[in-house]
């Protein structure tokens, strides 16, 4: 499958699988929408296409993981394939050796919820001045007019979007 063919804006994940959530494909399947943070903000990924041959380290990121016969992951932002089945994506994603600091939290939150629920005024890309920090993308921000609950989404000690769990809970879901 070819990644181009979906909406795609560097930076901007949480809006990427919105985007990709939406689609008419994942109607029927058990799709989720994944945040992976933690509580220091600060996760270490491998396959990033930002850093193809090494760790980059993310505030947030956002994955969307489908189950038909098997769990797959589709991230917009990797380097593995895509879609990966969610077991090799996770084992070459996170590095093994990972210090604590580092290690992940994933909150997995029903795809229709996030859907109905998801609001961005992007005011997370902002810099003091007001300006971007990065580009915006093309299309319009996402519910602006209900503000953001990104930060509840990202932060492992919110629970209005649900529990968050670590990286071998997930690991043993996805083997399911």
């Not at 895509?82 to 939150?109: E, K, N, Q, T």
């Not at 961005?120 to 503000?147: T, V, Y």
Request: glycine content about 4%.
């Amino acid at each position: 499958m070819d990644r181009s063919e979906f909406r795609y804006t560097e930076n901007y994940c949480e809006e990427n699988i919105y985007h990709l959530a939406s689609e008419p494909r994942f109607a029927d399947a058990s799709t989720f929408v994944v945040f992976i943070s933690n509580a220091e903000r600060r996760v270490a990924m491998t396959c990033q296409r930002s850093r193809p041959q090494g760790v980059v380290i993310w505030d947030y990121h956002v994955i969307l993981l489908v189950r038909s016969r098997k769990f797959e992951v589709w991230d917009l932002d990797t380097d593995l394939a895509f879609p990966c089945a969610a077991v090799d994506y996770l084992r070459d994603s996170f590095p093994a050796d990972i210090p604590d600091m580092f290690a992940p939290r994933f909150r997995l939150v029903p795809a229709d919820r996030f859907i109905t629920d998801f609001a961005s005024d992007r005011r997370h890309m902002k810099d003091g001045s007001g300006g971007f920090l990065f580009p915006p993308p093309q299309w319009p921000a996402i519910n602006p007019e209900r503000g953001s609950n990104l930060e509840e989404l990202i932060d492992p000690g919110e629970t209005r979007f649900g529990p968050t769990m670590r990286l071998n809970e997930l690991v043993e879901l996805a083997g399911s």
